[in-house]
């Protein structure tokens, strides 16, 4: 199975400020008791979604005009903490597929990238352009172009940036270390079938 080529990603945005938004914060430890990462989108963010008796609150993404977005925006040292995986998959099972801050924890920021979920950085300023957008014009869509390394929305575009070596990963179609591996078994085959073999 090929991996797909990610050279953009299209949808709706809602902002989620704040800088410093922990792994705990994006999916508490409580629901980290998982066999499999199935059914985690749906505590992503909770303690910030729900009040101590489990009833919702006023949280960005469940206002019902930003239901359906698929682009996270938020601030600076964005997935900081622990190093859990069930953050970006929390954050990858609740339908989002890309996320825009100022920048990344480092952990959180390759295991997204390990998910086909792509992290670009933008500017303060820039963040809060696109969030007044998304937030004024929560129906319409923007645009994150890996390839040309900007944010296209309303007639407006801002730069991003990513590392060179995640970009080339996404845009390529090698985000997934594990993918390349099965994708590979049967070159590895066909080698070792050439290979003579060592008797004891």
Known sequence: MALAKITSVTGRAVNVPGNDIDTDRIIPARFMKCV???GLGEFVFFDVRHDPQGKKIDHPIDRP????ATILLSGANFGCGSSREHAPQAISKAGFEAVI????????FGNSTT???PCVTASREDIAKIAAFATANPQQEITLDL?????RFAGQSVKIAQRESARDALVNGR???IGELIDGIPSVKDTAKKLPYLVA
């Open 115 to 117: 998910l086909g979920m």
């Open 147 to 151: 390839e040309k390394l900007e944010v």
């Open 65 to 68: 005009e930003h239901k359906g």
């Open 175 to 177: 985000w997934d270390a």
């Open 36 to 38: 499999t990462f199935d």
């Open 101 to 108: 801050a100022e920048n990344f924890a480092e952990i959180f």
